[in-house]
């Protein structure tokens, strides 16, 4: 007979996978970036997210390129520059990889009008490989 189990998830479709600790779940929910009450990037109409990356079929090997730019409509670059390394707007150290974590905490944070549509951000990038 299987036993049943109670897993939880987050409520702001993160991509995290679920648990079944219900309190670490919340602790999660309460820092989430999808969370509008953190007032990320993620989820303010200002934000500006690139994520892209193509190959290079004329290099020996055959290598991928991939990049990421993160930044702000509202706020000037210098001034996003410099909130971003302010550890007031950020509560997470900036990760080893190129990847560059959302400002959380933000003043100037709006809601996005329409959610995020789910492909956006969260997509992989996906290219043809030219090589044989
Ligand atoms: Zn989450």
Same mark, same amino acid.
């Given at each position: ?55 290079? #079929? ?5 290598? &991928? +390129? ?6 702000? !409509?509202? @706020? =000037? ?29 933000? #003043? ?5 009008? &329409? +959610? ?6 969260? !997509?992989? @990038? =996906? ?6």
């Amino acid at each position: 007979m299987p036993v049943e189990t109670t897993k939880y998830l987050c409520q702001f479709k993160c991509g995290k996978k679920c648990v079944s600790n219900k309190k670490a779940m919340e602790t999660h929910e309460s820092t989430c970036w999808k969370n509008p009450s953190v007032k990320s990037c993620s989820t303010c109409k200002h934000e500006i997210y690139e994520h892209d990356g193509c190959d290079h #079929p004329e290099l020996a090997g055959c290598p &991928s +390129e991939e990049w990421m730019n993160r930044s702000c !409509k509202k @706020v =000037e670059s210098s001034l996003f520059d410099k909130m971003m390394n302010m550890k007031h707007y950020r509560p997470y150290e900036k990760p080893e990889n190129f990847h560059i974590y959302p400002i959380v905490g933000c #003043p100037f944070w709006e809601a996005k009008l &329409s +959610e995020r549509n789910a492909e956006k951000g969260t !997509k992989s @990038v =996906e290219r043809e490989k030219h090589c044989i």
